[in-house]
């Protein structure tokens, strides 16, 4: 079965001796999968090395400029990648076989993406539609805001998926660009918008695709997206989490093509101009070593024997203690349930419950309900229980008029409007409302929430325009 499968972007420069190099710098870097006796010439491209149950191939398609390479273990697991010079990418896949455990598709992930972070950190691979190569964080300025765009509408190709994460209502990432770029090397760019200018500018050119006040996107390239609310998750790490599990059931599902396998290529392969060539003597750099009794092979099969069984007691272990874990995330959630439910009847008048919506200025949703409450007590009908119980809140909690003198502000402020000035600019600013010129008119986004806008004329003719555009906006917004 496919576990995971990823395209990145090549550079020009890019020539098939690094690719051999860097593949088997990988193996040999792995302690569980190296093979030993791997020794080549310059300008080999076609070879095979065996040791065991485990090969490491190369093979070469000259036609279409494809080199690839396969590492295989038999009856378990296999992974390849496969260098397009003509049409700048490369594409490293794993895959398992039905029968294999749990523990070798979680083996292959971290082999496929450790391929990738040495093909990153190689230099190799390039940048895509304006976005610096994979492994760093991307600041995205109001001046350079359009590269953010060009991903979220999907306006120019890219291989690999796109983070962006916002800033929230105190000014910081939603998540810590470090901890997370070092979490997405080799599955995805990552973007981080700098300014609120830049998140208003991308609602205003994006609409509800963008990410904003705190939301992380995702963006892959077949045009579908993901947005994830910061605020509905627990912590930091359970945002970086979730955008690590989305990215990767996304790769799980992408399938190389026919010229992105190694067995499609070395069926394609010119063999008779470059010999297979099977190495076991001796590895570049290394000593020959002298044959081993087998008294000594014995030994050290006994040692790899014990090593293998103290990893499975770990594992085992480690599943026991995610399995704890589990349960008492569970217990913990229900225990969070039960107790919101008591609080919403015990017996404690005027206390409410926090919804999802935040304050726009101090004090707004507070004023919203006593209004609330207010009007619904003039309509409660004289001496009824309803209209005792509403003027007994009003009673506890006082008057707030923050909503009111909002809304007189604005009223004062449009009265006689005729011409958008900067003076009216500055007060709309100071209110919370993002300004940007469309024409003949504005378009005045309340507290860069898509949801809330208004339309004013950048100069208008009508004497009485300027009241009616003051009772829209109090409608909509206080």
Not at 180 to 206: F, K, M, N, P, Y
Not at 285 to 292: D, F, M, N, R, V
Not at 373 to 385: D, K
Request: aromatic share 6%.
């Amino acid at each position: 079965m496919q576990v995971l499968c990823i395209r990145m972007p090549l550079i020009k420069e890019a020539d098939k001796e690094t690719f051999v190099e860097l593949c088997i710098r990988w193996n040999q870097e792995n302690a569980w999968q190296r093979i030993e006796g791997i020794a080549r010439e310059k300008g080999q491209y076609s070879l095979a090395f065996h040791e065991g149950p485990r090969s490491l191939m190369f093979a070469e398609f000259a036609k279409y400029d494809l080199l690839s390479m396969k590492y295989e273990i038999a009856d378990s697991r296999r992974i390849e990648a496969v260098m397009n010079r003509e049409r700048q990418f490369i594409t490293i896949s794993a895959s398992v076989s039905e029968s294999a455990p749990e523990s070798d598709a979680i083996s292959a992930v971290n082999t496929v993406m450790a391929l990738a972070k040495l093909f990153i950190r190689s230099g190799i691979t390039d940048s895509e539609s304006g976005i610096a190569s994979p492994g760093e964080a991307v600041s995205v300025n109001a001046s350079d805001y359009t590269k953010a765009v060009n991903v979220i509408l999907n306006r120019q190709p890219f291989l690999m998926p796109a983070v962006i994460v916002s800033r929230t209502s105190f000014g910081r990432p939603a998540v810590p660009p470090k901890k997370i770029a070092a979490r997405l090397i080799g599955l995805a760019h990552l973007l981080v918008l700098e300014e609120d200018r830049a998140s208003t500018l991308l609602v205003s050119d994006c609409g509800t695709l963008a990410p904003y006040g705190g939301r992380v996107g995702i963006y892959y390239p077949d045009g579908k997206n993901s947005i994830l609310h910061s605020e509905n998750f627990e912590s930091e790490k359970n945002v970086i989490q979730e955008v690590l599990s989305q990215l990767q059931t996304w790769l799980k599902n992408q399938k190389p093509g026919m010229l992105e396998q190694y067995d499609s290529i070395s069926n394609h392969s010119d063999k008779g101009a470059r010999q297979i060539v099977t190495v076991s003597s001796s590895r570049a750099g290394y000593e020959q070593k002298p044959l081993q009794p087998k008294a000594v092979h014995k030994d050290a099969l006994a040692e790899l024997q014990k090593q293998m069984e103290e990893m499975q007691k770990k594992l085992a272990q480690a599943q026991k203690k995610q399995t704890e874990l589990e349960e008492d995330s569970s217990r913990l959630k229900q225990q969070n349930h039960d107790l919101k439910q008591q609080l919403l009847h015990m017996n404690m008048p005027g206390v409410l419950i926090q919804g999802d919506e935040s304050d726009y200025y101090p004090g707004e949703i507070r004023s919203l309900a006593i209004e609330a409450l207010a009007g619904a007590c003039v309509n409660a009908a004289e001496g009824s229980r309803r209209r005792d119980v509403y003027q007994d809140l009003i009673k506890a909690n006082g008057s707030d008029t923050a909503c009111a003198q909002h809304a007189a502000r604005i009223k004062n402020l449009m009265k006689g409007y005729s011409v958008m000035t900067s003076p009216i600019k500055s007060v709309l600013e100071a209110e919370g409302y993002s300004i940007r010129e469309e024409g003949k008119h504005c378009k005045l986004l309340w507290h860069n929430d898509p949801r809330y806008y208004a339309i004013v004329p950048k100069s208008g003719s009508d004497v009485r325009g300027g009241d009616n555009i003051a009772r829209e906006m109090i409608r909509k917004f206080y």
